[in-house]
């Protein structure tokens, strides 16, 4: 028999023969698969009135990203979250979160980049995230080890959570062992290629000696170059004084990589369960050409997780749960600088600036750029580490009441977080210099000290500490009619302890939560609670009651259309804990206003002065929220879920400032005076069947848009268009622009535009307000916020036949205004020796006429082009294929002889398509952070 028959049969057979395990996807099962709201407070999805999606294990490991945080993009109805540039070795370089968009406008715990660093987003829009119901990270989380996801959303699902949930929570679950009798391992591999960083283009050293020579001439200045020096760096014949370089391919390569290796060890009996994991991760970094022999300052990290979860009885009536995890973990990379600020490099200096080396051989520099040589940074400084440790650690204990009256239970339990992030550097200096003509001759100058030995140093960089401790009694019963009633009493307290200063915080929370159902019907659910801070001194406590209701409709599982229908409805009350300025209850002083003289020896001294007021008498931020929805089940094959949802926050702290002249000379404090509404609604989709052949299809969509808008506020505009009031909480404001100004003529026939002076090229903007004169007071609101997209959706299409299985996940985003200005070095061109990109020269006004997008080009800082405006601001919209793969289940007659269950190759991809509506970057991220990239991860995992 040929070789090629032999193998068409064969395959043939593998394909034809049935899989070790059936993990298709199937709907849930509504009675059995458990909803968490917190504190040992559980509902099944079938009586629930809370508005919460999970996401399991398996739905989990579809996708490439090794880190928990990266794994969600996409995934959960009412989850958006959003990916980050910068090395993921590095501290907050996962993704970001956020449930029902910015509810508020106070400071922010969430960031994003902007102008070569992070900076807060407007609206404190930080979502509570907890892992086994403690408050954790999970950037260095792993998706094996984790059993299910869920998102909780609405006053009945957060209303457990006190001030820290307001904002919605993401519940994580992590792996425990099983009650089957039996020992399992189970082992997994997987290598990552991440290439295509993407990011601007920017111009050669032609083009930008060019574009220089017409901002200088734009300036009224002399062009900064002659003909026969543009024809050098076109053709590189003097490489040394007229450079070409490009600083992305020499510094960067093309691809990185990073590889993952897990093996557990789980299983037990009625009495002990036990899950075991040791992970470890390696990633390696972009950079060209690290190793220096004494040193490597490759962007790397290695991490390993090491988890034990035990639970077990220690009597027919005592029940033990224990966690631990350990996380060691070590990066790698140059002093001094990150991974954003070394990408960043390539959008602040020129391709002409220098070159890589002088002609005496030392690194290129400047007196304009002095050392911003990346290369000599990677190469010629030394090197970087970090040394990051981490523990978690919980434990519950719970004891059957049944003595006392049956169905009541105590429990009592507590944790210890710590975590601690040492710097230690290998550095030594180097020499930098430059070449030029004097006399006809080709001169060096050289700065800078070559030092031949790494110089040691390290320093504690970060660190914190969370502990909490929580007990009470729960009970649950079923009446005579086959009602259920159950209630949980809880008292729980937390200290959280981070860096710097007003950091250490504490929390108590005394609640009631109580559940009632009829007949599979009618659901009820109160809870009643009561939370303590002492982040909000003097306002500590808050009464925050919350109420859900159900009706389940239709409970039909043999019907051939609508197999189940419940609508939910719940509204609540609850609190913020943030206040804008820490001590704000006390009078602020200044030391230095003016001098008084005393003594007879005319001593003197600064005298002191009131600068604000104490804010002491207020409300703590209050948060009044509605959510109607319903779940569907229709031909035991579609789910569907709807929820439109309400919410004011009042007694927004907001400066007074503006409330006094400044005639007073004393700044007013704050006033609890601001108010926000949110609202909107969330779709889901979910659609699994599985054929008499065996062929399973899934599919599934998800859709969400919401809105916000600022009801009051404390302040006193010029005119109707400067006030906030009726404009989105995280507004962007800026000039509407009418285009660019085509002749001095038209200039001189427009409203004055006060910002400095105006040439041909420039952009002229709308006279709002009617005054005849353009200035401050003729800014708007934009139509949508800056901080996180409006509108979130998502799709999702998997296959799977005789082993062969497909999953595609794509994520999409629209309705944010992003400021391009911010993305310094791609279209802040020119002014302050910056970068050009070829997206700005292509479409400034001196290179695209009548089509330009952009204004004229300059070496000055042009105030009337800077200003915020529809110039700058972009509505951007995108759409990323997130997730995608292709696996296979080795049959049965191949795996069992072997004595394992379940054997599955795969290749997954990430970032592979994208599109949007900005040409020159990334939409999803407009930084000049390092890039995301899209990735191919090939891997096998295997199950004994």
């Known amino acids: ?110 960031q994003m980049y902007r102008d070569g660093q992070m900076q807060d987003i407007p609206g404190e829009a930080g979502i509570l995230i907890l892992v086994d119901g403690i408050e954790r990270p999970i950037d260095r989380l792993t998706v094996e080890e984790v059993e299910s996801v869920t998102v909780l959303k609405d006053a009945a699902a957060v209303a457990l959570y006190g001030h820290e949930g307001v904002n919605g929570v993401l519940l994580v679950k992590t792996k425990h062992g099983t009650k089957d009798g039996k020992y399992h391992f189970k082992a997994g591999l997987s290598h990552k290629i991440q290439f295509d960083p993407q990011s601007a283009d920017m111009v050669s050293a032609y083009d930008y000696a060019n574009a220089l020579n017409r901002a200088r001439l734009n300036d009224g200045g002399t062009a900064a170059y002659s ?70 300052s490759q962007l790397k ?89 981490q523990i978690w650690a919980n434990m519950t204990l719970e004891q ?68 909490t401790f929580n007990a009470g009694f729960r009970y649950a019963t079923q009446l005579n009619n086959g009602d259920n009633l159950s209630a949980n009493a809880n008292y729980n307290m937390k200290s959280e302890i981070r860096d710097n200063r007003s950091n250490t ?43 859900g209701l159900g009706y389940i409709f239709a409970n039909n599982p043999e019907s051939s259309f609508l197999n189940y229908g419940k609508v939910r409805l719940s509204g609540g009350i609850q609190h913020s804990d943030y206040v804008p300025q820490p001590g704000l209850w006390q009078a602020a002083w200044d030391s230095s206003h003016g001098q008084f003289w005393y003594g007879t020896n005319f001593a003197s001294s600064w005298g002191a002065f009131l600068t604000q007021f104490p804010t002491d008498d207020f409300v703590q931020e209050t948060a009044y929220k509605a959510n109607i929805g319903t779940d569907l089940r229709i031909a035991n094959a579609l789910d569907v879920t709807l929820d439109v949802f309400y919410q004011q926050r009042r007694n927004i702290l907001v400066s007074a400032s503006s409330l006094n002249s400044a005639v007073v000379g004393i700044q007013s404090s704050y006033d609890d005076k601001g108010r926000i509404a949110s609202y909107g609604m969330e779709l889901g989709l979910r659609y699994a069947k599985t054929f008499s052949n065996g062929l399973n299809i899934n599919a599934g969509a998800s859709f969400s848009t919401v809105k916000n808008e600022v009801l009051q506020w404390i302040e006193t505009p010029a005119y109707p268009n400067l006030s906030r009031v009726n404009g989105p909480a995280d507004d962007e404001r800026g000039l509407i622009a009418l285009g660019f100004f085509q002749s001095q003529e038209e200039i001189d026939n427009s409203p004055v535009q006060q910002f400095g002076q105006v040439k041909v090229g420039d952009i002229k903007y709308k006279d709002v307000n009617g005054d005849n004169v353009i200035n401050e007071n003729d800014f708007v609101a934009q139509d949508y916020g800056n901080a996180f997209p409006a509108l979130n959706y998502a799709f999702t299409l998997g296959a799977e036949y005789k082993g062969f299985g497909i999953n595609a996940t794509f994520q999409g985003a629209g309705h944010q205004v992003k400021n391009l200005r911010y993305v310094d070095g791609v279209w802040g061109a020119l002014s302050d020796n910056r970068n050009l990109s070829q997206e700005y020269y292509n479409n400034c006004f001196d290179v695209a006429g009548a089509n330009a997008k952009y204004p004229r080009l300059s070496t000055e800082n042009v105030a009337n082009n800077a200003q915020n405006s529809t110039i700058w601001y972009r509505n951007v919209n995108w759409l990323k294929l997130r997730d995608c793969e292709v696996y296979y289940k080795l049959p049965a007659c191949v795996v069992e002889p072997l004595k394992i269950t379940c054997a599955r190759l795969f290749v997954q991809g990430q970032n592979l398509l994208s599109f949007d509506n900005i040409a020159a970057m990334d939409a999803e991220n407009l930084n000049t952070g390092y890039p995301v990239m899209k990735s191919v991860n090939i891997g096998l995992s295997v199950q004994f």
């Not at 990150?338 to 051989?361: C, E, M, Q």
């Not at 304009?368 to 990346?374: A, I, K, Q, S």
């Open 505 to 547: 915080w504490y929390r108590a929370n005394w609640q009631l939560a109580m559940h009632y159902d009829h007949a599979n019907r009618l659901m009820a659910d109160v809870v009643l609670a009561a939370n303590g801070s002492n982040r909000s001194y003097p306002a500590k406590w808050a009464f925050s009651p919350t109420l």
């Open 227 to 296: 003909d026969a020096e543009l024809q050098k760096f076109k053709d590189g014949s003097d490489p040394f004084v007229y450079p070409n370089v490009n600083w992305k391919d020499e510094t960067f390569k093309k691809t990185a990589h990073e590889s993952n290796a897990y093996l557990s060890f789980f299983g037990g009996t009625d009495k002990v369960q036990y899950y075991t994991q040791l992970d470890y991760t390696d990633g390696r970094g972009l950079y060209k050409n690290p190793d220096q022999g004494d040193f490597n």
């Open 400 to 467: 059957d009441l049944d003595f006392i009256t049956k169905g009541l239970k105590f429990y009592v339990g507590a944790s210890y977080d710590n975590s601690s992030n040492t710097i230690e550097t290998r550095s030594k200096g180097y020499q930098y210099g430059w070449n030029y003509y004097s006399g006809g001759a080709m001169q060096e100058t050289v700065m800078g000290t070559v030092e031949d030995k790494l110089v040691f140093n390290h320093w504690v960089d970060s660190q914190w500490r969370i502990a």
């Open 1 to 110: 028999m040929k070789l090629k028959n032999i193998f068409i049969y064969t395959l043939a057979g593998l394909c034809a023969a049935p899989v070790a395990v059936n993990a298709q996807v199937t709907l849930s099962d509504k009675t059995s698969q458990k909803v968490d709201l917190g504190y040992g407070v559980q509902q099944s999805e079938f009586l629930t009135t809370a508005a919460a999606t999970t996401i399991t294990a398996e739905e989990l490991r579809r996708t490439s990203a090794i880190s928990l945080a990266d794994a969600l993009y996409g995934k959960l109805l009412g989850l958006n979250a959003f990916q980050n540039t910068g090395f993921k070795g590095e501290e907050g370089r996962g993704a970001t979160f956020n449930i029902r968009g910015i509810q508020t406008t106070a400071k922010n715990g969430t």
């Open 301 to 389: 990290y290695s991490k390993a997780n090491i988890r034990a979860n035990v639970d077990f009885e220690v009597s027919s009536t005592t029940r033990v749960s224990a966690n631990l995890l350990g996380i060691l973990m070590e990066t790698n990379g140059v002093p001094d600088v990150n991974s954003n600020d070394a990408w960043w490099h390539l959008y602040k200096v020129p391709a002409l600036a220098f070159p890589i080396r002088t002609a005496g051989g030392v690194w290129g520099g400047s007196q304009t750029f002095g050392d911003y040589n990346l290369l000599a940074k990677t190469q010629g400084r030394g090197f970087m580490k970090t040394h990051q440790r």
